[in-house]
């Protein structure tokens, strides 16, 4: 069985920064994407951040792009999310998530997901 465990929320200073981590155990298919998404309250959920199977390519949300980075140790055990700069809307419950074996990670394709952490930027 798979589970996911998201740690590293919190809140913050628009500004300031923060590292979430995920913690993965169970099988994974090895072509499955990982990623994080996120949603704000009142909002849908979206996806932040994807890191690829292959060659561990990454894509990210418009409104992270040069903020955001997203990565996994070597045994894929953990996936991370470094935030930078952080804004007020960032404000949001942030999901870890798989993709599946074909390696989709749009949100109609997710298989597993985490309980999600919270993140809170004041400003």
């Known amino acids: 069985q798979v589970q996911l465990v998201e740690s590293g929320g919190g809140s913050v200073q628009a500004g300031g920064s923060l590292r979430l981590s995920c913690a993965v155990s169970?099988?994974?298919?090895?072509?499955?994407?990982m990623g994080w998404f996120r949603q704000a309250p009142g909002k849908g959920r979206e996806g932040v951040a994807i890191?690829?199977?292959?060659?561990?390519?990454?894509s990210y949300g418009n409104s992270v792009k040069g903020r955001f980075t997203i990565s996994q140790d070597s045994a894929k055990n953990t996936l991370y999310l470094q935030m930078n700069s952080l804004k007020p809307d960032d404000t949001a419950i942030y999901y870890c998530a798989t993709g599946d074996r074909f390696g989709r990670c749009g949100l109609a394709y997710i298989t597993y997901w985490g309980q999600g952490t919270q993140v809170t930027v004041s400003s």
């Open positions: 169970g099988y994974i298919d090895g072509r499955a994407c």
């Open positions: 890191i690829y199977a292959n060659g561990g390519r990454t």
